[in-house]
């Protein structure tokens, strides 16, 4: 937090309001007192150190400039952070909660981000011990830089229709790589542009004359000393992009580019030096750095949610607009209850995300370690959990962004306000590791299944039990946390039966199967939503009762507050569909349309608060209107001297264009 300078006698207000432990908020959101210790540590080593801050905003450097900048600010973050990880063997850089947090240090998109992120998950899950004992010293102490490049022009979320080929060569013991057309062009990766010298290509492997499908091989791209491209291959950057401008993304192709038979990653299928192919326990295995980081991405979106809340909530504190009352002054925007509508969801869900990110995290790790002694029986369900909250997460976390920027009148379209750098994270959510749509569909496809077995009376896991309650009879309608949960089961159960039957239908009317799930696809989709949204309802209030009792009342009851607005907020949104599929009545709407109300109102006292518990320091949040101390105006003034155009009183072009225009007008 900053407190130079006066802080906004709105926001002191506010703060004197506050009925519960704002610490302890954050204690609860980093998951204990010592891990808010650390991640404090980690930034109070980094916030400060000079070279990491912007002389001048990055908009106004080129686009050049804006990746040597962010380049020079990567090495000296990571030198910072493997230092610190060396002196605290206990910080570890891939929980997700340290994960994303590090990455928002600074406030460009690192380069250097799939290196971390993808390149050595991927050796660590797809390599063999051998492979593993090479690559990953290597990889760890950042000899090599690498990325992951599996996206091509072409296809990037039809992986068994990506055309990079790896043919084996058994005279040579090489595998011979080749980018047979323009869409065979690899087209995406984070730092592949002028960054990594190595990378994880994703490519279809071909030997003894077969194809056996996509694989992972570890490739070597540019020279170690001079960082030229190597012989045979083509690389570049991609350009400028909605978000993300800093990350580097590039290009790649290969010419008949040849790689040792060891630089196959071998942990799942393997080719022998004859060139057998040995195949894997699953083929999906091979998918399995794409799951990671889906699982990643919730608890990130939780985070750019809580970033987007922050800057909303405090400026709807400062901000005074319109005069209801004609004798008395302008009220805060933030006591408009639609205003309030706009903001305490956001709050809501980004607890809401990062407590079902938590959740997934855990199911992530028992399934991984399942998988390690050859346990594959729950994947299957991991999959479909990864797909649907990593796609629904992403995508409200879109429509929570910008509408807590549209919340923020005209000054949340300016640049310094950093609501399009957070709408450039949210808005790739939606798209990387799996776009919204295709993703959900993956989760129907276990729903559709689930409905089979749940027909057939079979025994049902965890998170799709509840599809035999509505297959046995319809439960009474209750107005309460459980009963809202209930409801929206009773929706993902409804919707997937009639998912279910439209295929049934189109099938019978003589489609084949493939036909008749596109014509059934918009219910699919819809059908996995629904099953998502009763998973995070169903998790954050759990997850709230769990830890009730171990804080303290003040707290407990304001977290117990946001819980239950998310789930009345959902239920009014889904009104038609639990009409449809439960057993509401108006009149149940009509009273949990009073009780939003009153939660709104409970909840405003505390609306600052709230956010001051994400605890997101200024130098972190980068924005003029969301700042702790609330100086909205002065940060704006400040921000706006900065521009280049503002260094001189008369800009040239006034007399190379504007002028002699002018004067021509004049004649
Ligand atoms: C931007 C936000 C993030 C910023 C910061 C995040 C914070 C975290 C910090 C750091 C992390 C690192 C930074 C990461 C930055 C992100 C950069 C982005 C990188 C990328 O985008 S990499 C490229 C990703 N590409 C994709 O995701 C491609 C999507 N496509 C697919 O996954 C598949 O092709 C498909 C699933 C859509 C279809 O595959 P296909 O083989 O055709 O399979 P089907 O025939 O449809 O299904 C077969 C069968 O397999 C099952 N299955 C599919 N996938 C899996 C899997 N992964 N695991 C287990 N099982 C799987 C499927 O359900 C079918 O089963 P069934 O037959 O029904 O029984
Ligand atoms: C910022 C950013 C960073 C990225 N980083 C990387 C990286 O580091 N490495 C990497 O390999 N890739 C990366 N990618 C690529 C990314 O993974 C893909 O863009 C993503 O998986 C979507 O694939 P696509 O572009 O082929 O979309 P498409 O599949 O072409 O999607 C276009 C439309 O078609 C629809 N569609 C496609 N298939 C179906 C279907 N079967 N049923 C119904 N609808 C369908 C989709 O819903 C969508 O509406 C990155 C992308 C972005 C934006």
Request: aromatic share 10%.
């Amino acid at each position: 937090m900053t407190t130079e300078g006066k802080v906004n006698e709105d926001l002191l207000k506010e703060r004197r309001k506050c009925t519960f432990d704002v610490e302890e908020l954050t204690h609860f959101i980093d998951g204990g007192e010592q891990a808010t210790k650390d991640r404090r540590e980690v930034e109070e080593m980094v916030i400060y150190v000079k070279e990491l801050k912007d002389e001048i905003p990055e908009e106004y450097l080129s686009h050049t400039g804006k990746y040597e900048n962010a380049m020079k600010k990567s090495c000296v973050l990571i030198d910072l952070l493997k230092e610190h990880a060396l002196k605290h063997s206990s910080f570890d850089a891939y929980r997700p909660t340290n994960m994303y947090r590090v990455q928002s240090l600074v406030p460009q998109q690192m380069p250097l981000l799939l290196h971390m992120g993808m390149f050595v998950p991927t050796i660590i899950g797809q390599g063999s011990p051998e492979q593993q004992a090479e690559w990953l010293p290597k990889a760890l102490s950042m000899q090599i830089m690498g990325t992951y490049a599996q996206t091509e022009l072409g296809h990037g979320t039809f992986l068994r229709g990506l055309e990079t080929t790896a043919t084996y060569d058994p005279a040579t013991e090489e595998f011979v790589l080749h980018t047979p057309t323009l869409t065979a062009h690899k087209w995406w990766p984070g730092g592949l542009g002028q960054t990594a010298n190595h990378c994880i290509v994703v490519a279809q492997l071909y030997t003894k004359g077969e194809c056996y499908g996509v694989h992972p091989f570890i490739v070597q791209i540019r020279d170690s000393e001079t960082h030229m491209p190597l012989p045979g291959i083509k690389v570049g950057e991609i350009g400028p992009k909605l978000g993300f401008q800093t990350a580097n993304n590039g290009f790649l192709a290969f010419d008949h580019f040849r790689i040792p038979r060891e630089n196959m990653l071998m942990k799942n299928a393997q080719v022998q030096k004859d060139g057998t192919y040995i195949k894997g326990k699953s083929e999906k295995l091979t998918y399995g750095t794409m799951m990671l980081i889906r699982v990643m991405i919730v608890t990130d979106m939780a985070y750019e949610v809580s970033r987007a809340a922050t800057i909303a909530v405090r400026y709807s504190a400062v901000r005074h607009q319109s005069q209801p009352k004609p004798d008395q002054p302008e009220p805060q925007i933030l006591d408009y209850v639609t205003q309030q509508h706009k903001l305490f969801i956001a709050i809501a869900t980004s607890h809401a995300f990062r407590l079902a990110g938590n959740w997934l995290w855990n199911t992530y790790s028992q399934v991984t370690r399942d998988l390690d002694k050859g346990k594959l029986d729950h994947l299957p369900e991991l999959h479909a959990l990864s797909c649907c909250l990593k796609a629904v997460s992403s995508f409200d976390a879109g429509l929570i962004v910008e509408r807590c920027r549209m919340a923020c009148g005209g000054h949340g379209y300016m640049m310094s306000s950093n609501f399009p750098v957070i709408y450039g994270v949210v808005a790739a959510g939606i798209t990387v590791e799996g776009e919204y749509t295709v993703l959900l569909l993956q989760t129907a496809r276990y729903l559709i299944k689930a409905w089979e077995q749940a027909k057939e009376g079979k025994v049902m896991t965890p998170t799709v039990s509840y599809m035999v309650n509505f297959n046995n009879n319809r439960l009474k309608w209750s107005n309460t946390p459980e009963g809202i949960i209930s409801g929206f089961q009773s929706v993902a159960a409804g919707k997937t039966k009639a998912a279910y039957e439209a295929l049934q239908k189109y099938k019978r009317a003589g489609n084949d199967y493939e036909d008749s799930w596109n014509l059934a696809s918009v219910q699919l989709t819809n059908a996995s939503e629904a099953h998502c949204r009763a998973i995070i309802c169903e998790v954050f209030w759990k997850e709230i009762q769990r830890m009730s009792p171990t804080q303290s009342p003040g707290l407990a009851k304001v977290l117990q507050q946001l819980a239950e607005l998310y789930l009345v907020y959902w239920t009014l949104e889904k009104s038609g569909d639990l009409l449809e599929y439960s057993s509401i009545s108006s009149s149940d709407l009509t009273a949990l349309r009073q009780r939003y109300e009153e939660l709104l109102a409970l909840i405003r006292p505390n609306a600052v608060g709230l956010v001051d518990g994400f605890d997101i320091r200024d130098q972190v949040l980068n924005s003029t209107l969301g700042s702790y101390d609330g100086r909205v105006y002065e940060r704006l003034m400040e921000e706006a001297m900065k521009s280049p155009l503002n260094q001189e009183p008369v800009n040239q072009s006034f007399h190379k264009y504007l002028k002699p225009f002018m004067q021509k007008s004049k004649l």
